[in-house]
């Protein structure tokens, strides 16, 4: 009998560490005499429906350094799609398509990197596939900037967002601090949800910066009344007021701040924008001292130039254990980091079934915020910390960071 294949896809969001994850998983196959060959589904679970495949373990055998460089790209390498599968009840067909491809392919197991969306992805496909008796292995490889998977500890793409976003903070009080007249920063960081990345700007702060003076996330409800009085009193003992805010802060009766467009995407997400600018001209209207606001948008989902080395360590090491738990028979879950210790910061993969971790969100717990509500407590500071420590190795050329070449995400289809 021949010797089974594997396919793997990202989809949804990029991350700094998604790639490493990718990494992981062909690494693992190229070098186990188990599997012959790992193909790379162009983007997302679209290639699979669309024939689209790449064949990944023919990169490695073309070029030494595919592994070590995949390892430290930003974003995704097989490219992405927020595409939502349709229940297998109301559209079987779909679903069966993917099946006979699995078996063309003489697939054995199929990885999908991502986060809830694609945890969505993954829960179907493994009940469609125990409905037919697939020995097809599923499993599910976490990654997201916003860090609201369940049931793990963390998610691959945090720790180098998180890093990010703390060293912008850093260095805007710099920016900031160098005027002496009196002026509110306010910083928009991503997340919809859960405040978990606007949490990080906290590990700003050392022992000559205090900044952020205030953050507000999306697990406590936002008044702007109270947020006035807030920049007021911290004006009052200092000339410049950082302020980091989540995209996704709303009021009391669960409204966003920021202006929304009419329409959701497919999985049923407001689609936000204006929060930082909304606060600005509230300040600005009830304050009337020098205000701005900063937006870093994509910027800190793809910053590779300054990613965190633990982030890349565990998100590669995660792709190679999936490897190792589909060979183990493992299916229908996904990967996790659970931490053993604080001191010294250890962790250890394992895994957990997809029906407790698809279409759920974890929130900050409450007592990680303080009391008012506009800060981090002790305990979330440590919880973030070791996350962002070390930097890979990047090598550069002509003054710019050396990635692999995504030229092939520039063509409608590349069939193996």
Not at 19 to 41: F, H, I, M, P, Q
Not at 43 to 58: F, K, T, V
Not at 251 to 278: M, P, R, V
């Amino acid at each position: 009998m021949s010797k089974k294949n594997v396919i793997v896809a990202q989809s949804g969001g990029p991350t700094v560490a998604i790639n490493a994850s990718l990494a992981g998983v062909v690494d693992a196959t190229v070098k186990n005499d188990a599997y012959e060959t790992v193909y790379g589904s162009i983007y997302g679970i679209l290639g699979i429906l669309e024939d689209n495949l790449m064949n990944l373990s023919d990169q490695v055998a073309t070029n030494p350094n595919f592994i070590d460089t995949l390892k430290i790209s930003p974003a995704m390498y097989l490219g992405s799609c927020r595409y939502k599968l349709p229940s297998y009840e109301t559209d079987a067909n779909t679903y069966s398509f993917i099946f006979k491809q699995f078996e063309k392919y003489n697939v054995g197991a199929f990885f999908y990197i991502g986060g809830n969306d694609s945890m969505d992805t993954v829960l179907k496909l493994s009940h469609y596939g125990e409905q037919i008796g697939s020995d097809v292995r599923i499993i599910g490889i976490p990654k997201t900037i916003d860090n609201d998977l369940c049931i793990t500890d963390h998610t691959p793409g945090y720790g180098s967002a998180a890093k990010y976003v703390a060293s912008s903070i850093l260095e805007v009080a710099h920016d900031t601090f160098i005027y002496s007249v009196k002026s509110v920063t306010i910083v928009e960081i991503m997340g919809r949800d859960a405040g978990w990345l606007t949490a990080a700007s906290a590990l700003a702060r050392n022992d000559y910066n205090s900044a952020p003076h205030l953050i507000y996330f999306p697990e406590v409800a936002f008044d702007t009344e109270q947020f006035i009085e807030d920049v007021k009193i911290q004006l009052e003992t200092r000339n410049n007021v950082i302020v980091a805010v989540s995209e996704g802060i709303r009021d009391k009766e669960g409204n966003y701040i920021s202006a929304t467009t009419a329409a959701n995407d497919q999985f049923g997400h407001s689609q936000l924008s204006g929060t930082g600018k909304c606060l600005e001209q509230l300040v600005k209207d009830s304050i009337g001292v020098k205000v701005r606001s900063i937006e870093l948008n994509v910027l800190q989902r793809c910053a590779a130039h300054i990613s965190s080395l633990t982030d890349i360590n565990e998100s590669f090491s995660l792709g190679s254990h999936a490897v190792e738990y589909a060979l183990a028979g493992k299916s229908k879950c996904m990967l996790t980091l659970n931490r053993v210790s604080e001191q010294p910061y250890t962790i250890e993969i394992g895994t957990a079934d997809i029906d407790g971790i698809a279409n759920e969100a974890k929130s900050i717990p409450r007592e990680w915020i303080n009391n008012a509500g506009n800060d981090i407590t002790q305990e979330l500071y440590n919880y973030m910390a070791p996350l962002i420590i070390g930097e890979p190795t990047v090598n550069y050329k002509d003054g710019l960071p050396v990635y692999l070449p995504v030229n092939h995400l520039d063509q409608s289809h590349m069939h193996v």
